[in-house]
């Protein structure tokens, strides 16, 4: 009974219902969530409860309250921006034509390599901070702004850290094919990758692959995978099908990837073998907002082959700098033309299934972490309404309140 915290008097709660196939949310109106050592233990009615079985009582005073939000894939440890970029592209410059001339990623993994430990720590960490303020109560990174062994290095040693220091759920990719370094051809920087990928299993959970014309292709992904599962790596990733179809996301998710990332150009047959594979199709509609696309993925003929949707910010300075999980539900529901439910579904269960962690959290059910939202709003739905706005009021991690820093982190 000591550590038991109950949040009384929640206007709406809402849970994700996971005996749903597919999960569906679950809303409840006048309730009581018991959190017990950091974990949902049950829910209950508002009416009738009795204070003196509680070790606190804390009174929401009819607000909603609503899973934490999961972002499956970020690359937010970096160095430096890319403002004058985002404008080469506004002027119509492309962003794979930035990339050939030795700007876009690259010029960030120049900055990256230049930027000591420490430095990277503390921006990534700010930077953690604010997205957690946002919404965010667990996190993927990726390593790939470093292109050799020392800097992948680094950024993945700054991801461990940030796992110990922040209270936080952090699950780490290795993305070392994710551009061809200046001073290399692509099967020379391919093979180094292939040859080193050993030196980084302990550092990360899975691995990443960039995929698409002029950086790596879908044989190389499969070399990627076919090693990374020799080598020990439990989770595989990539980034398919995002400016042009290549038919990575079908052969990933044959050699069983756990998520599929972007799949703006997927046709129905890559979203049969991610229904085959149990494969998360992660969409990142900041990328669209931010590259100015028009091709958006076929999200419906997913929904309706049975696919988990999940969705993530894709934070990182060049395709999508937004720390702001609430910004993606609200552009997935009108880019993609799906309902609240679907979104919100996406980035609170679809994304913890992305990691591997629907069982641990996501879902806000009994025996899961206490990781929840309270809201600025008396209906969930405001979130996909009103666009532009913060709608949290306050972020629950294990059932603690997080400190939220006022100022936003710009770095
Ligand atoms: O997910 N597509 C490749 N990689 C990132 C972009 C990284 C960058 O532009 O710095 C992405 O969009
Ligand atoms: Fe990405």
Do not use: W
């Amino acid at each position: 009974m000591n550590d038991t915290v109950c949040f009384r008097n929640i206007g709406q709660l809402v849970q994700v219902d996971t005996a749903n196939k597919p999960p569906r949310l679950k809303i409840l109106d006048k309730h009581a969530l018991i959190v017990k050592n950091g974990r949902v233990e049950k829910v209950l009615k508002d009416s009738g409860l009795k204070s003196s079985n509680y070790s606190r009582v804390i009174d929401l005073k009819g607000k909603t309250v609503i899973p934490g939000l999961v972002d499956c894939h970020t690359h937010l440890i970096y160095a430096g921006e890319r403002k004058d970029e985002m404008e080469r592209r506004l002027d119509a410059t492309s962003y794979m034509d930035i990339l050939k001339r030795g700007g876009g990623i690259l010029s960030t993994v120049k900055a990256t390599r230049e930027a000591d430990g420490k430095s990277l720590l503390k921006t990534a960490k700010a930077r953690m901070k604010r997205m957690m303020a946002l919404g965010t109560t667990a996190f993927e990174i990726k390593s790939g702004y470093g292109l050799d062994i020392e800097t992948e290095k680094k950024i993945l040693s700054v991801g461990n850290r940030l796992e110990k220091e922040l209270p936080v759920p952090v699950t780490l990719t290795y993305l070392g094919a994710h551009a061809i370094p200046e001073g290399s051809t692509k099967s020379q920087y391919f093979d180094f990758v292939m040859k080193n990928l050993p030196l980084f299993r302990n550092l990360a959970d899975g691995v990443d692959i960039f995929c698409e014309e002029g950086v790596f292709s879908v044989k190389d992904l499969k070399r990627l995978f076919l090693q990374a599962k020799l080598v020990g790596f439990t989770q595989l990733r990539a980034h398919v099908e995002e400016l042009s179809h290549q038919g990575g996301c079908a052969e990933a998710a044959r050699l069983g990837a756990v998520s599929c990332d972007h799949l703006e150009y997927a046709n129905p047959k890559d979203i049969r073998a991610m229904k085959h594979g149990d494969t998360v199709a992660v969409l990142m509609p900041g990328v669209t907002f931010f590259l100015g696309g028009k091709k958006t993925p076929l999200v419906h003929s997913m929904l309706d082959a049975g696919v988990t949707l999940a969705l993530a910010t894709d934070c990182n300075p060049g395709s999508s700098p937004t720390y702001n999980m609430q910004t993606v539900l609200n552009l997935a529901c009108h880019l993609y033309r799906i309902t609240p439910e679907q979104a919100l579904v996406a980035a609170t269960y679809g994304s913890a299934k992305a990691l591997e962690d629907h069982e641990k959290y996501g879902s806000l059910q009994p025996g899961q972490r206490a990781d929840f939202l309270t809201l600025k709003t008396k209906d969930y739905r405001d979130l996909f309404y009103y666009f532009g706005e913060n709608f949290v009021e306050q972020t629950f991690i294990q059932g603690q309140a997080v400190r939220i820093p006022k100022a936003p982190a710009i770095e």
